[in-house]
Structure formats: C-alpha cells, structure tokens
C-alpha cells in the first residue's frame, strides 16, 4: 500500500514538473498549439490529475489553468478536438475533458453550436452519451428564448442523428413546446412520438 502510495507521488510530480511550465504562460500555451501532437501528448497527462480532489493543490491549479485556457482560447472549432485527441484513446479522459469544456461560461455558443452541428466530430470524440446534453442545453435555452413564436424545427433543438435518450428529447420538446416556439412541423413531430406529454401540456395550457 504505500509502495503505492509513493509511486502513485513521483507519477503527480512527474506531472506537475511538464505541466507548470506552461502554467499562466500565454505565449508557451499558444507556441505548444502549434504543435498539436505533443499538445494532445500532455494533456494526456493534464486529464490523469484528480481535478475533483481537496484540497486544492499547485498540481490540480497546472492542470485546470491549461484546460480552461485551451477551452477558452485555442479551440476555435469544431475540428480542433481531432487534433486534441489525436494522441489521447482513454475514453475517460476525451469525457472528463468535453464536460470541462462545455461547464466553462467563457466557451462561446459559437462554439458550442459549431460542435454540436458537426455529427462526425461528435462520434470520432467518442462515448457522446456521457458528454452531449449540457450542450444540447445550452443551444436549446439560446434558442428558445431568442426565437420567435412558431419558429424552431425539431432538428434545431435535438441532433436527430445522435441516439440520445428518449426520455431527454421529451424535456427538449416540451420545453420549446410550452413556450410556444416550435413551428407546425416541429409540434405535429412532438405529438407523434410523445403522444402523453404532449396532451397532458395541451390540458394544462388549456386550463390556464
């Protein structure tokens, strides 16, 4: 147990001693991105750090900086994470690190629309069920609440060519169906395929 223990110690300093020279350095981080293999080579590395432990350490500060800079300033678009993968075929990681990326406020929609209208991008990442509603979310709020009455289609609100949970395209299409801004089509889809909810919004709405 603490042969473990200590070798478990030299691995996080290991890290710790690539990682910090990188730490609050803008021009290193940019300079690194130009060379996406080695960048994809230590992020490896930066996803292997327990971000979700306490207290904070220098190590956990190395590695959250280079992900939230990478999210916030070097990705660009949605063909940015096939490089960032590039060297990188845990599937905990690539998931630890779309999460990270989409819980970040400073992630544009830009951004986060650019991914989600890229399907092929979104199957190379890989295990999308694990990562894919926050986003889904996140367009759904922008869209819902900028669009006009009578004006979002179906396709719009939910990827019709991921298999995502049924249950989570009910909530989708209630939602903009409740606030009255799907369009004909986009209503008549969700009577079809969710027959109940969709009368039971229609009872409520009626009484109100």
């Known amino acids: 147990m603490r042969a473990n223990r200590e070798m478990q110690m030299r691995g996080k300093t290991d890290i710790l001693s690539i990682i910090i020279y990188y730490y609050r350095d803008e021009e290193r981080m940019k300079n690194l991105w130009?060379?996406?293999?080695?960048?994809?080579?230590?992020?490896?590395?930066?996803?292997?750090?327990?971000h979700d432990t306490s207290p904070t350490t220098?190590?956990?500060s190395c590695a959250e900086y280079f992900i939230n800079f990478t999210s916030?300033?070097?990705?660009?678009?949605?063909?940015?994470?096939l490089h960032l993968f590039s060297?990188?075929?845990?599937?905990?990681?690539?998931?630890?690190?779309?999460?990270?990326f989409f819980?970040?406020?400073?992630?544009?929609d830009k951004i986060i629309f650019n991914v989600l209208n890229d399907i092929e991008v979104i199957k190379i990442v890989g295990s999308y069920k694990e990562w894919i509603e926050l986003p889904i979310v996140?367009?759904?709020?922008?869209?819902?609440?900028?669009?006009?009455?009578s004006e979002i289609s179906v396709d719009k609100i939910i990827p019709l060519d991921l298999d995502l949970d049924n249950s989570f395209q009910e909530y989708l299409l209630s939602w903009a169906f409740e606030e009255k801004k799907l369009n004909k089509d986009g209503n008549?889809?969700?009577?079809?395929?969710?027959?109940k909810k969709y009368k039971h919004i229609c009872s409520v709405m009626e009484q109100g």
Not at 138 to 149: F, G, H, Q, V
Not at 188 to 195: A, D, G, I, P
């Open 87 to 100: 060297e990188i075929n845990d599937s905990n990681k690539r998931v630890s690190f779309m999460k990270k």
């Open 58 to 60: 220098m190590l956990q």
């Open 138 to 149: 996140i367009r759904a709020r922008k869209l819902i609440t900028t669009s006009n009455d």
């Open 72 to 81: 916030v300033f070097l990705i660009k678009q949605s063909s940015d994470f």
């Open 34 to 50: 130009s060379n996406k293999k080695e960048f994809s080579k230590i992020l490896s590395l930066v996803m292997e750090v327990e």
């Open 103 to 108: 819980i970040n406020d400073l992630v544009s």
């Open 188 to 195: 008549e889809y969700f009577r079809k395929n969710f027959e």
